[in-house]
């Protein structure tokens, strides 16, 4: 069976560092993009980013260009999602998506994803 | 850039059908895929429509997807409708810089 695990929720402060994971198993790692969605609390899905562990090319979307970093450790078969330094604005639940890729369109952001963790909930709070 | 259009909320009876219209401003909604996806309370996402048209092994043939050049617009439509369907739905689509999701639907059944 295809899976995604995430790691648990955190708590921080704002300023502080995060990385969280995401482990792939039931499938080659390497051969599927790994992407991450954030959700506010109560809003809809953002597309944060994504990754070829094979490459390991990567894309992020401009709303957060800068603002994350997107890592994969091939050894583990597992994608992270890194903050140097936190804000509140950053609560929110964070999945990782595995990409499907299209028959018809072989670019970095076509396809779809087809599984997805189950979610980091992220609260930042003094 | 490109945004997708969702309407906020839809409700109908059990046994009833619903459709939920994606509305792409900025390019053409046949030039790239449409997704659809849903998330129902406290869970991740599970695709229930890709490449505008496709089910996923598992989606029950109630769902299905259309996209109407005329109007930009992409569509999900569930027949049948039972409490199973109360979600939230999501389209997404991409271009050659960006991954954009529509802001969600929300399906009550009344």
């Known amino acids: 069976e295809v899976q995604l695990v995430q790691s648990g929720a955190e708590v921080k402060q704002p300023g502080e560092s995060l990385r969280i994971s995401c482990k792939g198993s039931?499938?080659?790692?390497?051969?599927?993009?790994i992407g991450w969605v954030r959700q506010m609390p109560g809003k809809g899905l953002e597309w944060m980013g994504i990754?070829?562990?094979?490459?390991?090319?990567?894309r992020y979307s401009p709303s957060f260009q800068g603002q994350v970093t997107i890592s994969v450790d091939t050894s583990i078969d597992t994608a992270y999602l890194h903050w140097s330094s936190l804000r509140a604005s950053d609560t929110a639940n964070y999945f990782c998506?595995?990409?499907?890729?299209?028959?018809?369109?072989?670019?970095?952001?076509?396809?779809?994803?087809?599984?997805w963790g189950q979610g980091t909930l992220v609260t930042v709070s003094s | 850039n490109f945004m997708l259009t969702q309407p906020h909320s839809v409700s109908e009876s059990p046994g009833k059908t619903v459709t939920i219209s994606c509305t792409r401003r900025g390019g053409s909604i046949a030039t790239n895929f449409v997704q659809w996806y849903q998330q129902r309370p406290g869970s991740a996402p599970t695709t229930v429509i890709f490449?505008?048209?496709?089910?996923p092994s598992g989606v029950p043939d109630r769902f299905s997807g259309s996209i109407d050049s005329s109007s930009n617009s992409a569509s999900l439509t569930i027949s049948g409708l039972t409490t199973e369907d109360e979600a939230d739905y999501f389209c997404q689509s991409h271009d050659v810089s960006s991954l954009v999701f529509g802001g969600g639907t929300k399906v009550t059944v009344l």
């Open positions: 998506v595995r990409r499907r890729s299209s028959h018809y369109d072989t670019a970095p952001l076509a396809g779809y994803f087809d599984t």
């Open positions: 039931g499938y080659t790692f390497t051969s599927y993009w």
């Open positions: 990754i070829n562990p094979g490459d390991p090319d990567s």
């Open positions: 490449e505008d048209y496709q089910r």
